[in-house]
């Protein structure tokens, strides 16, 4: 056989063996060129933590501790402060929204039956205090009227949506006694006397 023949032919066997050898081993695993940048426990803890259950209870203790003002008396509250003594009646409204003022008239026959407190607070950011303490007065209604900030706001639409903010659709919410926060069914128009008895747990 001519010398480079033989040459050749080895070099091509050569070759074959190290791809045959390549195919039965297996290749050993890539080695991370930064073993740091894996997650720790902590940053995984605090991934889960981040989701919208975590993140609705976070808002409503935001808003059972937001200090309102009671724009006929001055007297300053908390939502977590009132239910302490019981369940507490919130009504986002406005003075110009005639839904409100048929469901607050239908507020002021379950507090003749039920014991509650009830607080109207107005989203209606161009209103002002005095036109809300005059409305309350004018209607004879007797609970808590406040009125929402632009913060304030935004809490009820991250934590209701916006129809928290839309007092047509006669937005109310129940705190409990122990903290709970839970929104009546908004969008179901004026709810009877019994009605919020009932769905306040108090029938």
Same mark, same amino acid.
């Given at each position: 056989?001519? +010398? ?7 070099? @091509? ?9 390549? @195919? $039965?081993? #297996?290749?050993? +695993? +890539? ?8 997650? $720790?426990? #902590? ?23 937001? =200090?309102? $003002?009671?724009?006929? =008396? /001055? ?25 409100? *003022? ?32 005059? !409305? ?16 304030? !706001?935004?809490?009820?639409?991250? *934590?209701?949506?916006?129809? @928290?903010?839309?007092? +047509? ?9 122990? /903290?709970?926060? &839970? ?7 004026? &709810? ?10 108090? /029938?």
């Amino acid at each position: 056989m001519h +010398p480079n023949i033989r040459t050749a032919t080895v070099a @091509a066997m050569g070759l074959l063996l190290a791809a045959c050898s390549g @195919a $039965t081993n #297996s290749p050993s +695993p +890539p080695e991370l060129s930064d073993p740091s940048a894996l997650p $720790t426990p #902590s940053v995984v803890s605090s991934q889960v933590a981040a989701t919208p259950s975590a993140s609705a209870e976070v808002a409503a203790d935001e808003l059972l501790a937001i =200090s309102f $003002t009671d724009v006929r =008396s /001055g007297e300053t509250f908390t939502l977590a402060e009132l239910a302490a003594d019981g369940p507490v009646l919130l009504e986002p409204m406005a003075v110009w929204c005639s839904n409100c *003022r048929a469901q607050q008239h239908e507020v002021l026959r379950a507090h003749e039956v039920a014991d509650f407190t009830s607080v109207s607070l107005d989203v209606d950011l161009s209103e002002s205090p005095e036109e809300l303490a005059a !409305y309350a007065d004018r209607e004879g209604f007797h609970w808590h009227f406040a009125m929402a900030d632009a913060e304030l !706001y935004r809490l009820l639409q991250d *934590r209701f949506g916006v129809a @928290a903010t839309n007092p +047509p659709s006669t937005p109310l919410v129940v705190i409990e006694s122990d /903290g709970t926060v &839970r929104p009546l069914e908004f969008g179901r128009g004026t &709810r009877s006397a019994e009605q919020l008895v009932d769905e306040l747990g108090l /029938g």
